[in-house]
Every structure is written in structure tokens, then in C-alpha cells.
T-cell receptor
Framework: KQEVTQIPAALSVPEGENLVLNCSFT??????LQWFRQDPGKGLTSLLL?????REQTSGRLNASLDKSSGRSTLYIAASQPGDSATYLC???????????FGTGTQLKVEL | ETGVTQTPRHLVMGMTNKKSLKCEQH?????MYWYKQSAKKPLELMFV???????ENNSVPSRFSPECPNSSHLFLHLHTLQPEDSALYLC????????????????FGPGTRLTVL
């Protein structure tokens, strides 16, 4: 059974700092990995999707990497801003189709 | 703002009540999903509908009854719930839920915060 773990569970950083969020998964036979953002009381917003054939994907200040063999992905956020404060979730497809298994998330707070 | 809407946004109900959650997507997608998000637990997939047909029931208790009358609408009918069913219920949609290496991103609604007394 696929298990997805995210470390740390919570993180507080000063504005402007670069930071890394971690995601690990137990079954490396994945087609892709997605990173989502969830703001309090709201749904999820897809940030990046990395195909299994890719090693990284970039969008603005966000860079996600994928190492299938080691079962790990990282989300790098450059020059963090208070607006980046949210919970970040990673997810992998499981069992075919588009069923996603999610991690428990990292709650990020960027302080002024 | 996403193209997936959910109503109501908040719901408080007793264990003997019957209520329904509604989800609507305006993205022209063919697959819709129900997820449950409880405190301190990962999102759990509940149901998947692909072209109006249920393709996944993740061992969900029968007190939760989904309905998908068309590709744009998804309902979750609730009956005799338990306090432990209190959670955020999220709806999502994607182009399709085909087997194999689907790369379709799922688009989520804002969720319904359900409290069962």
C-alpha cells in the first residue's frame, strides 16, 4: 500500500528565506507526483505536476524535483513571501486511473 | 477562483438528519471525485465517477451515498452520520479518470465543512 509522508509537519520562516519541503513515498512505481497548496478553509490548488520521466519542474519561484528511485520529492520555494503561507500537500497516483494518495501536508508560515 | 463550486460551505447536522452536499464543475470535465479531509489525517479518496459511472468506492460506509446525474454535477447524500464523520468534504474534477498513466490535474472545490452533533 502506497504511503506518502511529508516532513516537516509545520515550518515558520522569515520573509525572504529560501526553503525546502520534503515528500517521500514508499512505492516508487508512480506515473507522476503533484504538489498542491491549500489555504485555510479552502480547497486545493495544483502547483506543479512532475512526470515520472522528469527530474524537476519549475513555476515562478517554485521548483519541484523528483527522485523515483529513492522515493523522494522536494518543493523548493525561493524568496518566500507572507502570501506563501499555506499548507502544501504532495500526492501520487495509486492503483491506476487518477486516484491520488496524499501526504499529511506541511503547514508553512512566512512571517514579516 | 476554481471552476468547481460546492454548497453548502458549512453544515451542522444531527445524527438522525438527512442532508446532501452538492458539487458542480464548469470545466467540461468527465471525472468527479469526493474526498474527506479530517484533522491531522491525509485526504482520503471516497468515490470516483467517470462519465457518470461510479468507478471507485473506497470502502465508504453506506451512510454516505453518492449520486452523479451528469458529468457536471455530483452529490453526496448523508444519512444517520456519526460524530467521527465531521470533516471537510472536498469535491474535485478532472478531464477523465482513465487507467494507466493519466496525467490529468484534479481541480478542487472549496469544500463543505461538516459538523455532526
Amino acid at each position: 500500500k502506497q504511503e506518502v509522508t511529508q516532513i516537516p509537519a509545520a515550518l515558520s520562516v522569515p520573509e525572504g528565506e529560501n526553503l525546502v519541503l520534503n515528500c517521500s513515498f514508499t512505492d516508487s512505481a508512480i506515473y507522476n507526483l503533484q504538489w498542491f497548496r491549500q489555504d485555510p478553509g479552502k480547497g486545493l490548488t495544483s502547483l506543479l505536476l512532475i512526470q515520472s520521466s522528469q527530474r524537476e519542474q519549475t513555476s515562478g519561484r517554485l521548483n519541484a524535483s523528483l527522485d523515483k528511485s529513492s522515493g523522494r520529492s522536494t518543493l523548493y520555494i525561493a524568496a518566500s513571501q507572507p502570501g506563501d503561507s499555506a499548507t502544501y500537500l504532495c500526492a501520487v497516483p495509486t492503483g491506476g486511473g487518477n486516484k491520488l494518495t496524499f501526504g499529511t501536508g506541511t503547514q508553512l508560515k512566512v512571517e514579516l | 477562483e476554481t471552476g468547481v463550486t460546492q454548497t453548502p460551505r458549512h453544515l451542522v447536522m444531527g445524527m438522525t438528519n438527512k442532508k446532501s452536499l452538492k458539487c458542480e464543475q464548469h470545466l467540461g470535465h468527465n471525472a468527479m471525485y469526493w474526498y474527506k479531509q479530517s484533522a491531522k489525517k491525509p485526504l482520503e479518496l471516497m468515490f470516483v465517477y467517470n462519465f457518470k459511472e461510479q468507478t471507485e468506492n473506497n470502502s465508504v460506509p453506506s451512510r454516505f451515498s453518492p449520486e452523479c446525474p451528469n458529468s457536471s454535477h455530483l452529490f453526496l447524500h448523508l444519512h444517520t452520520l456519526q460524530p467521527e464523520d465531521s470533516a471537510l468534504y472536498l469535491c474535485a474534477s478532472s478531464q477523465a479518470a482513465s487507467g494507466g498513466s493519466s496525467t490529468d490535474t484534479q481541480y478542487f472545490g472549496p469544500g463543505t465543512r461538516l459538523t455532526v452533533l
